[in-house]
């Protein structure tokens, strides 16, 4: 589909394109931690996270720095993703079910309007980032930098221009698009007027 290589740069960051990811900086310890989550069905899935979680807990892990994120898109409720996307819980947590999944957290972030020309690259690559953790905002950080487990560390706004289905072609020098009050040149993605004091990143549907 169109999203195709917007989703392959996300897995990339998420999990370095590997289905069977799960957030390691608990692993260590986790009676589960070698069983592979893509040969489980979505409901298994939620089940081992749960365990992972409970794994954490005992661990003395703070609430707020327990992760159970899984698969290429270091997805924290699959439940809500398969349920969104037609996908039943009793299918496997697999490749093809992963990428139909992710389809969830697009549409959340806004692909839709996008694709309607109804808001910028620039407003979709900030969304997204307020989805994927690892996706830098157009202003250079990531939305949970400062979250203690979270890291922004690439972007995915060429994908984003990628992936527009009407190709008219690549913008032209000169025209921009505005973010939280930011002008952008849409070329370069360059920053022509950021003010003294970023306002913050429009609210992210979670």
Do not use: W
Not at 109 to 127: F, H, P
Not at 129 to 140: E, H, L, P, T, W
Not at 163 to 185: E, L, Q
């Amino acid at each position: 589909g169109a999203s195709g290589s917007l989703k392959a740069k996300i897995r990339s960051l998420e999990a370095g394109g590997n289905y069977a990811a799960v957030f390691t900086g608990y692993l260590n310890g986790f009676a589960r931690r070698n069983e592979d989550i893509t040969k489980m069905t979505i409901a298994q899935v939620v089940k081992y996270q749960k365990d992972y979680i409970a794994h954490q807990r005992a661990l003395g892990i703070p609430e707020s720095q327990r992760s159970a994120a899984i698969g290429a898109y270091q997805m924290l409720y699959p439940e809500i993703a398969a349920s969104k996307t037609g996908v039943p819980m009793s299918a496997l947590f697999n490749k093809e079910n992963q990428d139909k999944m992710a389809e969830y957290y697009l549409n959340v972030a806004g692909q839709q309007a996008y694709l309607r020309g109804d808001i910028t690259a620039g407003e979709y690559n900030d969304r997204l980032a307020g989805q994927f953790a690892s996706i830098k905002k157009m202003s250079g950080g990531g939305v949970y930098d400062t979250d203690g487990i979270n890291k922004a560390y690439g972007g995915v706004y060429q994908e984003i221009l990628d992936n527009k289905p009407d190709t008219a072609g690549p913008k032209k020098p000169g025209s921009t698009y505005t973010v939280s009050g930011v002008t952008y040149d849409s070329a370069t993605g360059a920053s022509i007027n950021a003010p003294m004091s970023m306002t913050p990143s429009p609210d992210i549907e979670r």
